[in-house]
């Protein structure tokens, strides 16, 4: 009896016809085979990368380059230099399950319409506990928490749910891996967001020359990141979501304030 193969998957293996790129990964087929390799070696010489087989997607994605472990998977940052041969379904379903948990059924659900995103309100509006907090965030900070914290910059993943002000990323500017609601790192920004903004700090004024200033640092401090820092410690005041939500509000993106100043 021949092996089950999800429709998704036979929807995915359409796509590579030659090529498909997903995300930060570029498949090609290859005779009977379909090939995996970083994007950024397509034009490298086989022989010149490393042979993984498809099990070791998983571990060669879990970690960076300096060997720090990537929470957020479609984060920009996979490691390049290899190559894995799929043969096939089951070795092809392994490799993109290793690389991209979760993502061939989204992208299916997405191109099938069976997948609803949920909007940032619905989905926050349903949070307890210390996350409750975050339905205070007014509009224009929504939307600056949303527009800073899904950059790609920092996430590939495609943001299909609706926020405050905001259209829904294109594939172009991020890939064709749908985001289909707010995940727990977003959660853990927005809620970092409110609480700053119910400290009651009022706005310092600023001259253009002030705000200049501060942009320029903000984009040296973006570009010469701290390796140490962990994605995901909002605490930190040089995370890079911080530095870019502030940013975009230096550039009149955002208020940055909340709806009342109780907190969560
Ligand atoms: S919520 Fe934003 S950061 Fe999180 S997976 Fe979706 S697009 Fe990426």
């Not at 490393?50 to 472990?69: C, E, H, I, K, Y």
């Not at 096939?88 to 490799?95: D, G, K």
């Not at 790609?152 to 905001?166: E, I, M, N, T, Y």
């Not at 020359?209 to 320029?216: G, P, W, Y």
Request: hydrophobic residues 40%; contains cysteine; charged residues 25%.
């Amino acid at each position: 009896m021949p092996p089950f193969v999800s429709p998704a998957l036979i929807a995915w293996m359409s796509r590579v016809a030659p090529e498909f790129v997903w995300a930060e990964v570029r498949a090609r087929r290859v005779e009977t085979a379909i090939e995996l390799r970083h994007r950024d070696d397509a034009a490298q010489a086989a022989e010149r990368l490393q042979a993984l087989s498809p099990a070791d997607l998983l571990v060669w994605s879990q970690t960076d380059s300096r060997g720090a472990f990537r929470p957020n998977r479609t984060a920009p940052g996979l490691r390049s230099g290899w190559r894995v041969v799929t043969r096939n379904s089951a070795e092809l379903e392994m490799a993109l399950e290793g690389v991209y948990p979760g993502a061939v059924a989204d992208w299916h659900a997405v191109s099938t319409g069976a997948a609803r995103p949920i909007p940032f309100r619905e989905f926050t509006g349903r949070q307890t506990g210390m996350y409750r907090g975050i339905s205070r965030l007014d509009d224009a900070a929504a939307a600056s928490v949303v527009r800073s914290g899904c950059d790609a910059a920092f996430c590939l993943r495609c943001r299909l749910w609706p926020a405050p002000g905001l259209a829904a990323d294109s594939e172009p500017e991020k890939s064709a891996i749908p985001c289909l609601e707010p995940c727990a790192l977003l959660l853990e920004f927005s809620r970092q967001a409110a609480r700053a903004s119910s400290d009651g700090v009022g706005a310092m004024p600023m001259d253009p020359a002030d705000r200049e200033s501060l942009i320029a640092a903000l984009d040296q401090a973006l570009h010469q990141r701290d390796p140490g820092l962990r994605e995901g410690d909002f605490a930190a005041p040089l995370n890079p979501r911080r530095l870019l939500r502030l940013r975009q509000r230096l550039h009149g993106g955002g208020s940055g304030g909340a709806k009342s100043s109780e907190e969560g």
